[in-house]
């Protein structure tokens, strides 16, 4: 047992030892998507979709004629499922948002 401690290149094997240092996921378990191979090598702002804008919708519509904006601009804006509550004497204002209906939300892949 000392020998193996002392000289793993003679006494151990990568192939033996491979599973045990990074097991990685099962291909049967999360099959990885199809351009996974193509993605791996570029950054995100290539590959990823463009960023999403969530804004609070008032009673002012502002955030509609925001979200009709952006549309324009070609950016992916929404205003539901988050709004503006006034609270406390000092009327401040507050976001209260509902996450489930969250246009945001997505499915996390783990590889």
């Known amino acids: 047992m000392l020998l193996t401690f002392l000289h793993p290149e003679i006494y151990q ?6 599973p045990r240092v990074n097991p990685g996921p099962a291909p049967a378990d999360a099959p990885l998507p199809p351009d996974y191979a193509k993605r791996a090598y570029w950054p995100p702002e290539m590959w990823a979709p463009a960023p ?6 008032d009673d ?7 979200v009709a904006h952006s549309r324009q601009a070609g950016i992916a804006a929404f205003d539901a499922g988050c709004w503006l509550v006034e609270r ?7 976001v209260e ?15």
Do not use: K, N, T
């Not at 094997?13 to 491979?18: N, Y």
């Not at 999403?52 to 919708?57: C, E, G, Q, V």
């Open 88 to 94: 406390g004497r000092r009327r401040r204002l507050m």
């Open 13 to 18: 094997d990568f192939r033996a030892l491979q």
């Open 97 to 111: 948002c509902d996450m489930e209906a969250s246009p945001l939300h997505e499915e996390r892949v783990v590889y």
């Open 52 to 57: 999403r804008l969530w804004i609070p919708r």
């Open 60 to 66: 002012a519509r502002v955030s509609r004629q925001e």
